[in-house]
């Protein structure tokens, strides 16, 4: 057994002696809201926006985005389970920021081993073989990260299946302070209509 499978397994066991009445919270998010936000591991939702277990569904993915799977839970969250209200949550220093689909793609193609970061950027340092899959994804990379933020809130916000009574925030989190900064134009643009 892995040292990590190890640690997990106490870590659960330890958490699961003390459960409790935890096992009797509703399906549905109490607080009636859901977060989208990136999988980084600096974040740590339920502290930054003060959540407790079953407040609110959190969705997670690379960089945060409204890919068709996010917004596929989305529309699960609000039509299946009551959620009303909608946050896209990025953050500063993103490793969405340090590399292009096309990047993505090359190191795919090149190898399947881990890369390196460089202040160069990403660097292939495995040896093959690779896999040329990788061109059939799109990586959704972020250039900039606020007009990011405002895309992916429009996208919601304009998708045929999310209501437009639905409001759809748009924030950046601050790795260095911890500080959720509204997104300029982000609420407009996901305003409820």
């Given at each position: 057994m892995s040292k990590i499978l190890s640690e997990v397994l106490e870590a659960n066991q330890k958490y699961s002696a003390g459960f409790g009445e935890k096992g009797k919270l509703a399906l549905p998010p109490a607080r009636r809201f859901a977060i989208l936000t990136c999988m980084d591991a600096r974040l740590d939702p339920a502290k930054y926006a003060g959540l407790a277990e079953g407040d609110a569904h959190v969705i997670r993915n690379a960089g945060g985005r409204a890919s068709d799977d996010a917004i596929r839970s989305l529309v699960i969250s609000y039509k299946l389970?009551?959620?009303?209200?909608?946050?896209?949550?990025?953050?500063?220093?993103?490793?969405?920021?340090f590399f292009t689909s096309d990047v993505m793609r090359g190191l795919l193609a090149s190898s399947l081993e881990t890369a390196e970061l460089t202040a160069q950027g990403f660097k292939d340092v495995g040896k093959g073989p690779g896999s040329r899959a990788g061109e059939f994804i799109e990586w959704l990379t972020i250039k900039n990260q606020k007009q990011a933020v405002l895309d992916d809130v429009a996208r919601i916000?304009?998708?045929?299946?999310?209501?437009?009574s639905i409001p759809v925030y748009g924030f950046l989190y601050d790795v260095r302070s911890g500080k959720l900064i509204e997104v300029e134009g982000a609420k407009s643009a996901g305003a409820a209509g």
């Open positions: 389970l009551g959620t009303r209200e909608f946050f896209v949550i990025h953050h500063t220093d993103c490793g969405m920021e916000r304009n998708h045929p299946l999310v209501p437009k």
